[in-house]
């Protein structure tokens, strides 16, 4: 059974109302480090090319990936996070200034930044080099950053939390983000971009956003085909208690939970994929905008889709804008949403 979409016109039209779009994300930020080079032999000393870096790019990663999405697309980020304050620490506050992005860190002294080193040639990955300290933060710490949260919580209708694993998002901090929730009167949106080890802590949250091996992991079942991505979103529903659950499955598009019972496919966008990360960074940026703009869920998340059709096709954690998903949407005209459950 399947139904369509509004006419590209009027999908076209909603996106104004993610310009100034007010979204507060919280979660791990991470400066991205990109060395481009050529190779053209091996190494004498192991069976390893020899990478000639001609390019050093640096970009926000995490959950500034997210805030620098919302920004691409005239939205209003407030983000809230953690910094070391070793090496990179001072780069990656120099690029959250110059990408106008309203950032309130709290330093963590002892710590560095948290920075992933991309060694790229001809447009492929060679290798990936970590350096970080992803211990949890304190209580202390913790208790901080609910109070930046509650500072900014008036002037944001929804919250992204962007959790990498890297010591912020604790039970702690979610246990007391929802004990804030219950004594503001303010209505807000929580949606989670989860990691697997924190899965248990994502309770009763409005919004999920797990990849396909997320949602394999979380819920302990395969995801090969529509009835096991049904089977695994329910038993996710079962130990979470989410509102809804938008699972992204790469090129087979989007599995969107309106509920345990009321499934929707969104087929994939994407005409072409040079790199995949940042992607779901950009699906949740985008789909907390729409949000934030009073876009129903199905056309939220439909635009959503667009968006990471535009930013695969790129090289590094790309973003779009609201011109190129315009764009998109024309090309295609009216995208069928099949009904899965």
Known sequence: MTSALPECSKLIAKLARLKDAPVMIVGDVLLDEYLFGDASRLSPEAPVPVVLIEEERFMLGGAGNVARNIRALGGKPKLISVCGDGHNSGKLRKILKNECIDADLLPLPGRPASTKTRIMARRQQLVRIDREDASPITPEETARILDKIAAAWSENTVLVISDYNKGLINKAFMDGLQILRQKRREEIKILVDPKTPNFPLYQRVDILTPNATETKEASGLPVHGKEEIIAAGQAIFAKNHCQSLLTT??????????????????????????????????????????????????????????????????????????????????SLGQMPVERWL
Do not use: W, Y
Request: with cysteine.
């Open 249 to 330: 499955l790469g090129s087979q598009g989007m599995a969107l939970f309106q509920g345990p019972n009321n499934v929707l496919h969104i087929p994939t966008v994407a005409r072409k994929v040079f790199d995949v990360s940042g992607a779901g960074d950009t699906v949740i940026a985008t789909l907390a905008m729409g949000m934030a703009g009073g876009i129903n869920l199905l056309e939220a998340c439909t635009i959503a889709n667009f968006a990471a059709g535009n930013v695969v096709a790129e090289v590094g954690t790309a973003t779009t804008s609201i011109e190129k998903i315009a764009e998109a949407i024309t």
